[in-house]
C-alpha cells in the first residue's frame, strides 16, 4: 500500500501565480505531466487589474482566459521568465530539478523572477519534490542553489551591492539591483563590447540604464565552474527593481506575441514590434523605438531578437518601451548581413536604404515622416560622435576599424 508521502507526491501540485502581490492565478501540475494555468476569479472581475501580458488580452484589451494547457513546458508567457543555456542547466542540477519540466524549475526560481511576478507553491512548501533524492539532500541542496531566474542564454548572474566596491551573487537570498554578465570563452571582450555599444547608445541619446566593467575578483560568489573565467564582467542597473528592491513587471516581445523563447527569431518583424508600439504607446516612445533600431543597424547588431526589445508597466498597466539593454555590436564576431527580424520584409543590410524605411512605415502604418526625420538624425549623430568617441571606449582596433567598416556599408548612412 502507498504510504501518505507517495501519495502527496503523486498528487497535482498548484503554484499560486502573484503579480506585485495580487493573485493572478494558479498553474497546476497534472498527472500527465500538462501544466494548466487559470486565471483568479477575482483577478478576472477586477477591472482595474495589473497586466500580467498583454498576450493575455484580445484586439478590443478584454481578458483571454481560455490558456491551454501545455506538457512539460509551461504557457509561453511563464516559459520565458526561465533562463536558457548555462545558467538553466546549472540551476537544475544544483536544484535537483529535471531542466525540461518547466514547473518544477519555475517553482524553485518563482521568488525572484524578471519582473513583478512571483511564485510559491499553494501549500507553503518552499522547494520541489526531489527528483529521487532523500529529502535532507533535497533541502540542503536546495539551500545552496541559485534562486534567481534571468531569461536569455547568455551566461548572466543577479547581484547585489556597490559596483564602485564590489558585487554579490547571492547564493541563498533573493538578489537585486544588478545583472552581471560574465566574460565569454566564445566570444572575446564581449563585456567591453556590450559596455561600449550601451555607452555609445546613452551618447547618442538613447535611454539607456547604469552601466558598467567590474574585474572578476570583484564579484562574490560567482558559482565555482565559472569562477575561472578571465577580465572583466559587465554589469546594468536592473530597471525591474526599484528602490529597496521594489519589483516593476516587465514583458519582452516574445511573451507579448505568445511564443515560447525559441521562436524569438520568428513569426514577427521589427514593423510589426512599431504598429504595436504606435498603438500602445505615444510618440516619444515609438520615436525612441526607432532611434535604437537604427542605431543598432549601424552599430553591426545582427541579434536584436524579440527577446531584446521589452515593455515596462511603471504604474502596473499602463505599457512603456523599457530602457535599453543588450547592445553589441555582433558583427565583430560574426560576418552576417541579415538583421535578426525584418525591416518591411527585409533582413538584408545591404538593402536597407529610405525607400525600404518608407515602405516600412506604411506597412506599419505610422508617420512616415516621423521614422524618416528620426531615422535621418540617428544616423547623423552617430556619424558625428563616432570618430571622436570610440577612442574613448574599451575597444582594440580591430574592433574599432570592424564596426567603422559596417556603419560605411549601411546604404542608410553611405547616402
Known amino acids: 500500500m502507498p504510504t501518505k508521502k507517495a501519495i502527496s507526491a503523486s498528487r497535482p501540485s498548484v503554484l499560486e501565480v502573484r503579480l506585485s502581490g495580487t493573485v493572478v492565478g494558479t498553474i497546476t501540475n497534472l498527472p500527465n505531466d500538462q501544466n494548466l494555468f487559470v486565471f483568479d476569479a477575482a483577478y478576472i472581475a477586477d477591472e482595474n487589474r495589473p497586466v500580467l501580458s498583454l498576450s493575455f488580452y484580445d484586439a478590443f484589451r478584454e481578458l483571454r482566459t481560455d490558456v491551454r494547457p501545455v506538457t512539460r513546458r509551461l504557457p509561453p508567457f511563464f516559459s520565458n521568465l526561465l533562463p536558457e543555456g548555462q545558467l538553466r542547466q546549472y540551476i537544475a542540477e544544483h536544484g535537483d530539478v529535471n531542466a525540461q519540466r518547466e514547473f518544477f524549475l519555475l517553482w524553485l526560481l518563482g521568488n525572484d523572477l524578471p519582473g513583478a511576478v512571483t511564485v510559491q507553491d499553494i501549500e507553503g512548501r518552499a522547494l520541489p519534490p526531489a527528483q529521487g533524492t532523500p529529502t535532507e539532500a533535497r533541502t540542503k541542496v536546495g539551500k545552496d542553489v541559485l534562486r534567481f531566474s534571468l531569461a536569455g542564454v547568455q551566461l548572466k548572474l543577479s547581484a547585489v551591492g556597490n559596483p564602485n566596491r564590489q558585487l554579490s551573487v547571492p547564493a541563498s537570498r533573493q538578489g537585486e539591483h544588478w545583472i552581471v554578465k560574465l566574460p565569454s570563452a566564445a566570444y572575446p571582450n564581449l563585456p567591453e563590447n556590450e559596455y561600449s555599444m550601451m555607452q555609445f547608445a546613452r551618447e547618442v541619446g538613447i535611454q539607456v540604464p547604469e552601466v558598467g566593467l567590474l574585474p572578476m575578483d570583484r564579484i562574490d560568489g560567482v558559482p565555482e565552474q565559472w569562477r575561472q573565467l578571465k577580465g572583466s564582467a559587465y554589469y546594468i542597473r536592473r530597471f525591474d527593481r526599484g528602490a529597496k528592491g521594489k519589483r516593476i513587471h516587465i ?165
Open 251 to 415: 514583458e519582452d516581445f516574445n511573451q507579448i506575441y505568445g511564443q515560447f523563447p525559441e521562436a524569438k527569431y520568428k513569426d514577427y518583424s521589427y514593423t510589426n514590434m512599431a504598429a504595436d508600439l504606435w498603438r500602445l504607446t505615444d510618440e516619444t516612445q515609438f520615436t525612441e523605438f526607432v532611434r535604437r533600431l537604427i542605431f543598432n543597424v549601424v552599430i553591426g547588431n545582427n541579434d536584436m531578437h524579440l527577446k531584446n526589445w521589452s515593455l515596462i508597466y511603471p504604474d502596473g498597466r499602463t505599457p512603456q518601451l523599457a530602457p535599453a539593454y543588450d547592445f553589441v555590436s555582433t558583427v565583430c564576431y560574426i560576418a552576417d548581413d541579415r538583421l535578426a527580424l525584418s525591416i518591411a520584409k527585409e533582413k538584408a543590410i545591404s538593402r536597407l536604404d529610405w525607400a525600404l524605411m518608407e515602405r516600412f512605415a506604411r506597412k506599419a502604418q505610422v508617420p512616415s515622416k516621423l521614422v524618416l526625420e528620426t531615422a535621418r538624425e540617428t544616423i547623423e549623430k552617430i556619424m558625428e560622435l563616432w570618430p571622436r568617441f570610440q577612442k574613448e571606449l574599451p575597444l582594440d582596433q580591430k574592433t574599432r576599424r570592424l564596426i567603422t567598416a559596417h556603419m560605411k556599408s549601411v546604404p542608410l548612412v553611405a547616402r
